[in-house]
Nanobody, 117 residues
Framework: QVQLVESGGGFVQPGGSLRLSCAAS????????MVWYRQGPGNQRELVAA???????TYAASVTGRFTISRDIGKNTVDLQMNSLKPEYTAVYYC???????????WGQGTQVTVSS
């Protein structure tokens, strides 16, 4: 089984920055896309950013230009650099690896990001 461990969440003022990291166990992680999702109170879980096994990034329209996703294939990690944070970005951020609905469908425990003054 693959385990994902997120870190880097916390409290930040509006306009500030945070960098989230997700570490995956096992070399199998390099075979799959890695994705960041978030879920705020009362909201559906939504895709924030994704990066393919080849390193190609994709972003939700709401965060384009503010967030940057990157991965280190050798270390099996994916980072999310979040700049110009807004209060509405407050949510639990989850790391996902693999393909949803397949036998390789792994979620991290989530890390809380709170943007407030």
């Amino acid at each position: 089984q693959v385990q994902l461990v997120e870190s880097g969440g916390g409290f930040v003022q509006p306009g500030g920055s945070l960098r989230l990291s997700c570490a995956a166990s096992g070399s199998v992680a390099s075979m799959f896309p890695m994705v960041w999702y978030r879920q705020g109170p009362g909201n559906q879980r939504e895709l924030v950013a994704a990066v393919s096994s080849g390193g190609s990034p994709t972003y939700a329209a709401s965060v384009t230009g503010r967030f940057t996703i990157s991965r280190d294939i050798g270390k099996n990690t994916v980072d999310l650099q979040m700049n110009s944070l807004k209060p509405e970005y407050t949510a639990v951020y989850y790391c996902h690896l693999g393909l949803k609905g397949s036998r390789h469908d792994y979620w991290g425990q989530g890390t809380q990001v709170t943007v407030s003054s």
